[in-house]
């Protein structure tokens, strides 16, 4: 009304005939009008933005796992003390059955394994390895805690006395190498000690991580 008013006082001068007036009036609020209704509405724009991630919330690479080298020291281990002298044991242990089973023979002396043999078979297939002290490509070494750690390039061997038995740890023992067969042999043989006849357990060693075995056994 206020624009309408003040538009009606300036025309409102000019001495025009009242039917030019009014069509003149209506030309006026037309316009007007049309320019109201032409006019959009403005649009609200949305203020916020993206969140912006947290200082250093920056992705970490994976470090990959150091490569695994059966010869390498480990820390604390030291050389071997020079043989003791005490009584000679002589053990040739089997678990399992025959087509199916676990065998280590060894020699100790006063307590320290000098040499042993390990054997195995899953049928058709066989793996058998043998290592002395301080052989060409071994290393022997004595742990904090007085086991014997044998380093080979196919896998290391942890041998434990107790005064009731020898426990010969396996890890990472690559069987490609001794017998040809596919995957690891890891695990436990135990072989109790005053014995008269040689008694022995095993754990984990005697896994066929074979497919073919894993096939060939799981069918019958």
């Known amino acids: 009304m206020t624009r309408f008013?003040?538009?009606?006082?300036?025309i409102s001068r000019v001495p025009i005939p009242d039917?030019?007036?009014?069509?003149?009036?209506?030309?006026?609020?037309?316009?007007?009008?049309?320019?109201?209704?032409?006019?959009?509405?403005?649009?609200?724009?949305?203020?916020?933005?993206?969140?912006?991630?947290?200082?250093?919330?920056?992705?970490?690479?994976?470090?990959?796992?150091?490569?695994?080298?059966?010869m390498a020291d480990v820390p604390g281990d030291r050389p071997l003390s020079p043989v003791q002298q005490g009584s000679i044991e002589r053990i040739d242990c089997?678990?399992?059955?025959?087509?199916v089973h676990a065998r280590i023979a060894f020699e100790a002396r006063g307590g320290q394994v000098l040499s042993f043999a390990y054997y195995s078979k899953w049928k058709p297939r066989t793996c058998s390895l043998d290592f002395e002290r301080d052989a060409y490509g071994t290393k022997?070494?004595?742990?904090?805690?007085?086991?014997?750690?044998?380093?080979?390039?196919?896998?290391?061997?942890?041998?434990?006395?107790?005064?009731?038995?020898?426990?010969?740890?396996?890890?990472?023992?690559?069987?490609?190498?001794?017998?040809?067969?596919?995957g690891e042999i890891n695990g436990t043989m135990t072989v109790k000690r005053g014995t008269r006849k040689p008694e022995c357990s095993v754990v984990g060693v005697l896994d066929a991580n074979d497919e073919y075995l894993d096939g060939l056994y799981s069918s019958k």
């Open 19 to 70: 039917s030019a007036f009014d069509f003149t009036v209506a030309l006026v609020l037309a316009l007007l009008l049309a320019g109201c209704a032409a006019r959009k509405p403005v649009e609200q724009r949305d203020a916020t933005y993206p969140p912006r991630p947290a200082p250093g919330a920056a992705i970490t690479p994976s470090v990959p796992e150091p490569e695994y080298d059966p």
């Open 140 to 182: 022997w070494r004595l742990t904090p805690d007085g086991a014997t750690r044998v380093h080979t390039p196919q896998g290391r061997f942890l041998i434990r006395a107790r005064p009731d038995a020898y426990i010969f740890e396996f890890e990472r023992v690559q069987r490609r190498q001794f017998c040809g067969m596919p």
């Open 94 to 99: 089997m678990s399992g059955k025959e087509n």
């Open 5 to 10: 008013i003040s538009v009606r006082k300036i």
